[in-house]
């Protein structure tokens, strides 16, 4: 039971390190991220509420007080990461963190149900 616990909390908090990155990036560099946005063709004006749901998802993975809210954390992260992924490929950058982002977000999430089970 110790493995999928290690493994749980590994995959949580590098996730959790990820989607903090890029809320910071968001804050710090808004012009340049708000760039991004405009070379890709998206509205720039969900730049800021972006980067603060990323860090409500993250207190949410955090937590895991709320079971619905908590799902709807894991969701809208993983919509997130797979959108960042087509935006990185179409914008030829590379796409080898949002690959990690999403393989340690299932993880977390399937191990999450097995160590962590928020029906009790």
């Avoid at 493994?7 to 908090?13: A, E, K, L």
């Avoid at 937590?63 to 030829?92: C, M, N, Q, S």
């Avoid at 590379?94 to 149900?113: E, N, P, R």
Wanted: glycine share 4%; charged share 15%; with cysteine.
């Amino acid at each position: 039971m110790k493995v999928p616990r290690i493994i749980y909390w590994i995959t949580t908090i590098g996730i959790c390190a990820i989607m903090l990155y890029s809320a910071q990036m968001y804050f710090r560099n808004t012009e340049m991220v708000e760039g991004f946005f405009k070379a890709l063709d998206y509205p720039i004006y969900v730049v800021v509420p972006l980067a603060v749901l990323k860090i409500c998802a993250i207190l949410m993975l955090l937590w895991r007080g709320i079971p619905w809210l908590t799902e709807w954390a894991y969701a809208g992260i993983f919509f997130d990461v797979v959108l960042a992924a087509a935006a990185h490929y179409k914008a030829d950058h590379d796409i080898t963190l949002t690959l990690v982002a999403l393989v340690l977000l299932l993880a977390s999430y399937f191990f999450g149900k097995e160590v962590r089970p928020m029906y009790r």
